[in-house]
């Protein structure tokens, strides 16, 4: 003969309305990701109150749920934490190519600079020795015109002289 149990029969029936509820949940959570979880909880806050009123022992299942919430938030907070992290990294990158950039563009315009005055330097040597070819031709010109005066007077000479 079977002891009919009032009591277990009441803790059965709880924990399988337990099992269900849970079951609701956990399939609403697996099908969202976890940045809504937090949207979720207000909604299964719902679920949590109406099962207390009940006079359900659903402190297992709150505890699971506080824990996951957590969870949640924490997942959200570190997500946020590296995103702004790689942030900052790409910004770090950046300012190091950018320096790269502005430490070849300094390199090149000295290179510009230094065969600017290299070319400087040659236009003044050349312009140098132009004066000195001018000065050597005015030199011939001169000496030039006194070898035609002397052969001048020279043939004036000879021309007298006989």
């Not at 969202?32 to 806050?45: G, K, V, W, Y």
């Not at 959200?76 to 190519?97: C, G, I």
């Not at 020795?129 to 000879?158: C, N, P, S």
Request: with cysteine.
């Amino acid at each position: 003969m079977s002891v009919f149990d009032g009591n277990k029969v009441i803790l059965d029936a709880q924990k399988d309305f337990t099992s269900t509820i849970w079951k609701v949940i956990r399939g609403t959570l697996l099908r969202n990701d976890i940045d809504p979880a937090s949207f979720l909880r207000d909604e299964i806050q719902v679920i949590i109150k109406e099962m207390d009123c009940k006079d359900v022992d659903v402190s297992p299942l709150k505890k699971l749920l506080n824990s996951f919430f957590v969870f949640s938030i924490l997942y959200v907070q570190a997500r946020s934490t590296l995103h702004d992290m790689d942030v900052e990294s790409a910004r770090k990158e950046l300012f190091v190519a950018t320096g790269e950039r502005l430490t070849n563009a300094m390199f090149e315009e000295q290179d510009k600079v230094e065969e600017v005055s290299s070319l400087r330097q040659s236009l003044d040597n050349m312009k140098k020795e132009i004066r000195a070819l001018y000065k050597r031709a005015q030199d011939f010109q001169v000496l030039l015109t006194a070898l035609k005066d002397e052969v001048e007077g020279a043939k004036l000479a000879t021309l007298f002289a006989t």
